[in-house]
Every structure is written in structure tokens, then in C-alpha cells.
């Protein structure tokens, strides 16, 4: 499993370009589904943070620590997220 097939999958769930995953734009959007993205990249990959960052567009390896964090805090206490990541693992690992 790339993070490539990652984006492409959740870019496609969300219904946004894979372009805008690795945009720095700020939209509210984006910014959900991007951290999705890239905290189901260190989840299902072997790739470090620096690395996942420089297919996100160059981000900042704390970029993508901050990310993984606030989406494991978010399934904390938010369902939708919860089920929509749960959903998105199965997709891929299947």
C-alpha cells in the first residue's frame, strides 16, 4: 500500500482533488480530509513522518505528527470521524 493509493482513496471519498491534498491551502474542506489522509499513511505504511510530508507537498514532519494527533484525538470523541476512518481502512486493506 502506497500514499499514493492512500490520497487517491480519500481524495475520492471526500470528492476532492488529489491536488488539494497535497495544496497548502487552508480550506476546512481540506484540511479534515488531509490529515485523514495522512494519518492513515503512517498507520498503513512504514513511512516516516519527514517522508510522508514530502508526498503531502513538501510539508513539515511536525506538520504531519500535529495531523496524526488531532485525528486520533478527533476518533476520540467524534463518531463520523471514527466510522468515515474506519471505512476508508477497509477500502484499502482489502
Excluded: C, W
Excluded at 487517491?8 to 480530509?33: C, E, G, M, Q, Y
Amino acid at each position: 500500500l502506497t500514499v499514493e493509493e492512500i490520497q487517491k482513496t480519500v481524495a475520492a471519498h471526500f470528492n476532492i482533488k488529489i491536488s488539494d491534498l497535497k495544496s497548502p491551502k487552508r480550506l476546512k474542506a481540506l484540511v479534515l480530509p488531509r490529515q485523514i489522509a495522512m494519518y492513515l499513511s503512517r498507520q498503513l505504511t512504514s513511512m516516516s513522518f519527514p517522508e510522508i510530508g514530502e508526498r503531502f507537498g513538501g510539508k513539515d514532519h511536525s506538520t504531519i505528527i500535529h495531523a496524526i494527533k488531532k485525528i486520533e484525538n478527533l476518533q476520540d470523541t467524534d463518531f463520523q470521524v471514527r466510522s468515515v476512518i474506519s471505512s476508508l481502512k477497509n477500502t484499502l486493506t482489502r
